[in-house]
């Protein structure tokens, strides 16, 4: 196992030297202490199994949630524009009946995003998750907000019928991109508190990993802000623009948005593989806390 210098400020335990910047199997050059005495209160290793437990489960649930909620969005983008050839009431209905099935997958990642960053009972490190923590519950609690009131929308009996196009187009438009930003928000914020986790392992790979992930996925997913502008076909004719030009707008969103996932779940599926061998391994050494 390779293990990765430290990035932010930790003080020595013996004597208070500022460590930054060592390798974790290196001792402290003002009192050679090893720096990994100082770092216990970080290392996943010695947290508690059931944290541990949590972080495998909430990073799973994560995974499984992200990869569903891809594959609905690709069939979504394709069978969107079959759709808008019936109307405003049949692109209703598709809508409707897609915002019914991302239902579960959505659950499950706001879900896993939720247990992921629960607070370990046990850390005492002194690297700080708050913020991430904070902005991923604000984003899990605004989005299943907007979930729940997004599918409402098309479920009030009569409302999807008496929406024109534009209406329907605006509507279907306003909502994606509020969808879009908070789910920025919440893998942006994900992904840095999973970059924290890889740093607990730690392994050199992982986090150089996660990092570059925290800056490529958040810009990637940042660019999906046009995919609901794919909405605007509906619009067309009103607006006298050819209709290639949402489709334009939505397809290459759409593309960075998928390969922004696909890295995202690369990420989470890499990271979770290092926790469960430290998991392992500490179970079998008793190098764990009591649970």
């Known amino acids: 196992m390779t293990t990765t210098p430290i990035d932010h400020d930790h003080l020595c335990v013996s004597c208070g030297y500022n460590l930054r910047g060592l390798a974790v199997d290196s001792n ?16 996943l290793a010695f947290a508690g199994a059931r944290y541990r437990r949590r972080l495998l489960v909430s990073l799973l649930i994560i995974t499984l949630g992200v990869a569903a909620t891809a594959l609905i969005g690709v069939s979504r ?35 896993g995003a ?6 370990d009972p046990g850390y005492n490190g002194q690297s700080d998750p708050s ?6 519950r604000v984003g899990v609690i605004l989005e299943a907000t907007r979930s729940v009131a997004g599918m409402m929308v098309w479920m009030v009996p009569g409302v999807s019928a008496a929406m024109t196009a534009g209406v329907a187009a605006a509507v279907l438009t306003s909502l994606g991109i509020v969808r879009t930003c908070l789910s920025i928000l919440v893998c942006c914020a994900t992904v840095r508190y999973v ?22 996925v958040g810009l990637l997913v940042a660019t999906s802000i046009l995919m609901p502008f794919g909405n605007l076909s509906l619009m067309r004719p009103s607006l006298g623009a050819p209709f290639w030009l949402f489709s334009i707008l939505s ?41």
């Open 77 to 111: 983008f394709f069978f969107g524009f079959v759709f808008s050839a019936l109307g405003p009431s049949g692109f209703a209905g598709a809508q409707t009946a897609v915002s019914i099935i991302l239902v579960v997958p959505n659950a499950m990642v706001l879900t």
């Open 251 to 291: 397809f290459v969103s759409w593309v960075c948005w998928t390969i922004a996932m696909i890295l995202y779940v690369h990420l989470l599926m890499s990271v979770r593989r290092e926790v469960l061998r430290v998991h392992e391994t500490s179970r079998q050494v008793g190098a764990g806390q009591p649970e």
């Open 28 to 43: 402290c050059p003002e009192c050679a202490t090893p720096v990994a005495e100082s770092m216990k209160g970080d290392f």
């Open 114 to 119: 939720w247990l992921l960053v629960t607070p």
């Open 131 to 136: 913020r991430a923590r904070l902005w991923t």
């Open 195 to 216: 970059r924290w986790v890889a740093d607990r392992v730690p392994n050199v790979a992982c986090s150089r990993r996660a990092e570059r992930r925290v800056w490529s």
